[in-house]
């Protein structure tokens, strides 16, 4: 079946503009993770989404990021007034975990974005 | 938190050898632990993971060991191939919380045809 999806696959901003990242999730799963992998780092945690629950965002490096998840299943990223330092590659992973239960986190191809 | 720690940064081998990865990880309740492979401009991939309650699980040529009591889990590759080539990543994860996975820092390997 199809994996998770996300658009777009790169991003060229100048400093200073709002960006809008989306990722499209496996049908049918309940949880949903981003991440960030700046040049030559592991990757890091941003926010993470299960189902109608309240959003974990302890991850989110700053007030300029948000994000938002509509209807249970695709999620948007949004960085406002873009820095810099901002230029990574985020990546959306979704589970079909529920409560309590761990389970596979399968990763869409992400998105690369730059900010000149 | 969790805190994992990959080693090594970079690994080469020659084609047909075994690659060895390790991780340690700190919180002594995590009990899930993936590893990922991600080729160059690609989402990271999900190959094998193991559960805190086996020691060993093997799948084909890959293979993954655990030891709780140590804190330590490692990726064993046999007879490698070029196409083995990618950053691998360990992670470890809360089991129960299915929360966000804390990833190791990635082991970049190189197999020689």
């Known amino acids: 079946g199809a994996g998770v999806s996300q658009s777009p696959s790169n991003k060229v901003t100048e400093k200073g503009k709002d960006v809008e990242l989306r990722c499209d999730p496996i049908?049918?799963?309940?949880?949903l993770y981003w991440y960030r992998q700046s040049l030559g780092q592991g990757l890091e945690f941003l926010i993470y989404?299960?189902?109608?629950?309240?959003?974990?965002k302890s991850g989110l490096p700053s007030d300029r990021f948000s994000a938002e998840r509509t209807g249970g299943s695709v999620s948007t990223l949004t960085i406002q007034r873009t820095q810099q330092e901002d230029s990574a590659v985020y990546l959306c992973?979704?589970?079909?975990?529920?409560?309590?239960?761990?389970?596979?986190?399968?990763f869409g191809p992400g998105t690369r974005l730059t900010v000149t | 938190g969790e805190n994992v720690e990959q080693h090594p940064s970079t690994l080469s081998v020659q084609e047909g050898d075994s690659a060895v990865i390790k991780c340690t990880y700190s919180d002594s309740a995590s009990n899930y632990f993936p590893w990922y492979k991600q080729e160059l401009g690609k989402g990271p991939q999900l190959i094998i993971d193991i559960r805190s309650n086996v020691g060993e699980k093997k799948d084909q040529r890959i293979a993954v060991t655990l030891n709780k009591t140590a804190k330590h889990f490692s990726l064993h590759i046999t007879e490698t191939q070029p196409e083995d080539s990618a950053v691998y990543f360990c992670a470890a994860i809360l089991s129960g919380s299915a929360r966000q996975l804390t990833f190791g820092s990635g082991t970049q390997l190189t197999v020689l045809p």
């Open positions: 992973a979704s589970s079909p975990a529920g409560q309590g239960i761990t389970t596979k986190q399968y």
């Open positions: 049908s049918g799963h309940t949880a």
């Open positions: 989404f299960q189902g109608n629950s309240a959003p974990d």
